[in-house]
């Protein structure tokens, strides 16, 4: 269900845009977070990664000295697979434990 949504994101993104935001992979990895993570948990991990990218983003250009550019393109499925994986422990040993 969860990687419907994220294909439904995707394809109303592209129309609206005229460009790709998510890639397949995006959704495959989403797939995968709606299998391993009670629903409960869904949002923690994309909330997460969203974070975490948009954090990694901000200090590399700083670390550079550029300027952010509202249309660069990042990696979600490297910051989403990690944020998977630590709801996924998180709901192990906290919330079931």
Do not use: N
């Amino acid at each position: 269900m969860l990687a419907l949504a994220f294909f439904a994101l995707r394809e109303i993104y592209r129309r609206l845009r005229h460009r790709h935001g998510l890639g397949l992979g995006d959704v495959k990895l989403a797939a995968v977070a709606g299998t391993w993570l009670d629903w409960t948990l869904i949002p923690a991990a994309i909330e997460i990664a969203a974070l975490s990218a948009l954090f990694a983003y901000m200090a590399s250009q700083l670390v550079l000295r550029r300027r952010l550019q509202a249309a660069a393109k990042l990696p979600f499925g490297l910051f989403f697979a990690p944020a998977i994986w630590i709801c996924w422990l998180l709901g192990v040993l906290v919330l079931q434990g």
